[in-house]
């Protein structure tokens, strides 16, 4: 009698048990239900051979997973990529599958568009100019030579129908009242519109160094003008004098850079043989670019006379 009762004990015991697991089993599902999650997550082309380029493509498609919906609250479109492989691909339009991979605790429902259209088309290249765009000024007081781009040039690459529609290669210089500027850059793209195609190109080199000398406008002084003569004049003729117009010219820029400088050379003129007084325009010399000289042109008049 007493092994009956304990028997009928253990049974209450153990369906209790598995009541209270069922019930907790389902609470667990009420608290965490199976839900479903649509991401716009981004497709990465793979393989594509060196000597092609992607003309048009589809950047993202939509992806629906399922699962516990505390597993789907962290999934997020940085945790799923859609990727295509082009090594099969031909030049012109193609139809391929997009493969796309999810964390184990989702499952993969559907992908919408399944396959995408990729256009594939042959690099061509084309060596351009690189302009700089000034905007902004320098610090008060001072003023902008030509920029200094190393290299002046960029190698551009991708479908010619691209390349057609170049309209020039930029690189931005914005001043915000510097007294110096050096830095490097990247290359920028534009078309006749000015709009930004950068994106769609290859650029060799993509950045450059880009050094804008700024100087001082805070000194200005006249200097006297020299002019140096190579040669004699004919044999019977002498060299009576010259004249220069002006004899002095307008020294700009930091007074350091021309403190030291008594006079301006001109460019040598050349008297060998000459029988008659004759006129010239020649140039300043200026070895240093941040100073400015103004006029940069003399006239020079040589007086030649009989001896």
Known sequence: MKNRIFDTDLVYKIVAVILAMALWVGVSFADNPMEQKILLVPVEYINLPQDQMIASQEDTVNVRLEGRSEDLEFISEEDIVGTVDLSASKIGSNTLDVTVNVPESVELVDVNPPKVEVSIAEIESVQ????????????????????????????????????????????????????SYSKTLPIRVLDDQGNEITDRLRIEPSVIQVDLPIYSELATLLKPVHVPLVGEPAVGYKLVGIDVTPDEVRINGDYENFRNIIYYDTEPVDITGATKTFSTSVRIINENEFVQIDPELVQVIVKIERE
């Open 128 to 179: 351009l100019p690189v302009v700089a765009s000034v905007t902004g000024y320098p610090s008060e007081g001072y003023n902008t030579l030509s920029a200094v781009l190393s290299p002046s040039e960029v190698l551009v690459e991708g479908p010619q129908e691209w390349l057609d529609a170049i309209d020039r290669v930029i690189v931005n210089i914005i001043l915000n009242y510097e007294t």
